[in-house]
């Protein structure tokens, strides 16, 4: 059961780089999420109730209900639908990105490893080369922070791999995601576009040499 | 150590309701209270209670940092008064509150134990520096916090990855230093090498070293210069001594050797940015910043090339905590005079303020490494053993990019001092009473230049000692 949800994860990391409208961007985001809290609650069955359901509320209240919503209330409030400015075409994006599943999956073949879960490790390998992708190719600061929460997630699916014997990583992860819906998404929200606008990374150019 | 960091923490958090200027240096006096004690307390060679012994651990790295730590945080929080005199009581009041809680921050990721550990409280840092930074509420302070949360945020996620890694090629139940070092030999070498490498660039953000130093630079920049000063030190420092312990962690490994020439580029490329960005910026915090860069790239060098190189790299450290934070107190006082950090627009400053700009040169001396400066004495042994090692193209590229150094340094903090005003700038009056605590920092660093107390040594041998 869980092989198809990863998988159905993969997609929605392929997806990404080819879409060019940001409500696909919130969406995926949301069903990543959705994804993950799935995944967390087949994986992490043996561990203590209490911890599973900490991690299963957690998961989805953040990643899948407040994380997008936060991501639509930014579409809505700066009015900005689609990726104006791209480093590169959508097939160049799309091929990058195919490039990178393939770099993630020779190096999983590579190390072939007992000790770790493969899967879990090449998604999580094309999760941060994805979220990378999009920090580099696109322009505006909003493809950069769904970069940054696509490495993110991609973190947390690697967590719940080795949380079974160690929980406690999958705490630290949760803080990461703390820190990113509180901090990232709340600096985003209330401060930029009053000062910077949010419509273009160009506007982050001004404290350089 | 629970009940120093609850016991810090609160006493921090206390100055959000603070209504008066007094009542947050009442509170200040009350933190550092604490902060001496727990200093008295490790010195003493006080037990971590039973509770918190899982978690952290009073090491000789994470003791002496400590003390320096108290030492240049207590200095940021006095030159703030001053620094933060036009500012309201709300900014003075979060930034003293963000200020105590950075060196909290920081004190738990310097006695942290536990991979993990010593990651939260490196996030905590992001947290509290990103306020900092955004003091002033300018467009430009909000792109410089901007980019350091979004670019730290990547760093500690890329390094909570390695962390994963560690843990999953070790098959370690704890993530305590120790256990993961006991059993990393036996761990996949290409897991190891992959964990080295993510958490690494992770915390390069933390180092301000290759490849995420831009947002130390950038912190640096847009943050008071008082709180600059901790950042370019005891923050750099916590990740430095982060990087040290995992280092330490693979010393046993098979895979030590490929860590160590991993240390010897990044710390070559951090060399050479920091040397060409030196002449390129417009502005002295960014100035000061890139020497940061530099200065950890050599300390870089230092454990990439081993063997009395990571003393070096230690004693480097300790040192530049000393004399960079006594240039970026100084440079407090010039922002004070002048309003401004602009390179080309600044000089004539010998003539305000004779003690501030001699503690400005003799930094710049001492920062240089030229004798009796301590930092001559670091350079001078990882040198050494660069030779030692046959390494000359390695020898080539550092006394270039050191000749480059020093003469960016000198042509810029001579310009300040000399060089007449290049317009309309009316200079006000400088505080001499901060330009000669600055220069008391300075004194200190110079004395550990010209004599390394056997206790000193003795503490940099543990920490060093693989």
């Known amino acids: 059961m869980i092989l198809p949800l990863v998988i159905l994860y993969t997609v929605t990391l392929v997806y990404l780089s080819i879409t060019e409208r940001f409500r696909n961007f919130a969406s995926i985001m949301g069903l990543q999420g959705w994804l993950l809290f799935a995944v967390a609650v087949l994986r992490l069955h043996a561990v203590d109730p209490a911890e599973l359901t900490f991690v299963a509320i957690e998961t989805l209240l953040f990643k899948g209900i407040l994380v997008p919503a936060l991501l639509f209330a930014v579409i809505r409030r700066t009015k900005i639908n689609r990726v104006r400015t791209s480093g590169s075409s959508q097939a160049g994006s799309l091929l990058l990105s195919l490039l990178a599943l393939v770099v993630s999956a020779s190096v999983t073949y590579y190390i072939a490893d007992a000790t770790v879960d493969l899967v879990f490790f090449g998604v999580a390998l094309y999760a941060l080369l994805s979220g990378l992708i999009l920090i580099v190719m696109r322009r505006r600061i909003f493809s950069h922070m769904v970069g940054f929460l696509t490495i993110e997630n991609g973190v947390f699916l690697f967590s719940t791999a080795i949380g079974v014997e160690m929980p406690l990583l999958i705490n630290f992860a949760i803080l990461l995601d703390i820190l990113i819906s509180v901090l990232m998404l709340g600096i985003f929200f209330t401060k930029i576009d009053g000062k910077i606008h949010a419509d273009d990374a160009d506007a982050l150019t001004n404290v350089k040499d | ?466």
């Open chain 2, 1 to 466: 150590m629970l009940y120093y960091l609850l016991l810090a923490t609160a006493v921090a958090s206390a100055v959000f309701a603070a209504r008066s200027r007094r009542q947050i240096f009442i509170a200040g006096v009350l933190f550092y209270l604490v902060q001496a004690l727990f200093a008295a307390h490790v010195l003493c060679g006080g037990a971590c209670d039973p509770l918190s012994a899982q978690w952290f651990a009073f090491d000789a790295s994470a003791i002496l940092f400590y003390v320096l730590l108290c030492i240049v945080s207590c200095y940021a929080f006095v030159h703030s008064e001053a620094y933060l005199a036009d500012c309201d009581l709300g900014q003075v009041r979060t930034y003293s509150a963000l200020l105590m809680l950075l060196t909290t921050a920081i004190a738990g990721a310097y006695f942290a134990d536990n991979l993990a550990v010593t990651w939260i409280f490196l996030e905590a840092t992001t947290l509290c520096s990103a306020g900092i930074v955004y003091h002033r509420r300018t467009a430009a302070t909000l792109e410089a916090a901007w980019k350091y949360v979004f670019v730290c945020s990547t760093g500690i996620a890329m390094a909570y990855l390695g962390i994963l890694l560690l843990a999953a090629a070790t098959k370690c139940e704890s993530l305590a230093y120790a256990d993961v070092a006991a059993a990393a030999p036996a761990g996949s070498p290409l897991y190891l090498k992959t964990a080295f490498l993510l958490i690494l660039c992770g915390y390069s953000c933390k180092v301000e070293l290759f490849p995420l130093y831009t947002v130390g630079v950038d912190a640096n920049f847009a943050a008071p210069s008082p709180a600059s000063a901790l950042i370019s030190t005891g923050l750099v420092n916590a990740g430095f001594l982060a990087v040290l312990r995992v280092y330490k962690t693979l010393a046993q490994t098979d895979v030590f050797p490929w860590v160590r020439a991993v240390l010897l580029l990044v710390g070559v490329l951090s060399l050479v940015i920091g040397a060409l960005f030196l002449r390129r910026t417009n502005n002295y915090k960014r100035f000061l910043s890139y020497s940061t860069v530099e200065n950890m790239g050599i300390a870089a060098i230092g454990l990439g090339i081993g063997g009395a190189g990571v003393w070096a790299a230690v004693f480097h450290v300790v040192c530049h905590t000393l004399v960079k934070s006594s240039l970026f107190f100084q440079m407090a006082v010039v922002r004070q005079v002048y309003n401004g950090y602009r390179i080309n627009r600044l000089g004539d400053y010998i003539r305000i303020n004779r003690i501030g700009a001699i503690g400005l040169l003799a930094g710049m001396v001492t920062l240089l490494a030229f004798p009796p400066s301590p930092l001559f004495v670091s350079e001078l042994m990882i040198l050494r053993e660069v030779i030692a090692v046959h390494k000359w193209w390695l020898v080539a590229v550092m006394t270039l990019l050191l000749c480059i150094v020093i003469y960016s340094f000198c042509s810029r903090m001579i310009r300040l001092c000399y060089q007449p005003n290049q317009d309309e700038l009316h200079p006000s009056k400088a505080d001499r009473a901060l330009s000669w605590s600055a220069l008391s920092l300075l004194i200190a660093a110079l004395v550990l230049g010209m004599w390394q107390p056997d206790f000193l040594c003795r503490i940099i041998d543990q920490i060093a000692a693989l």
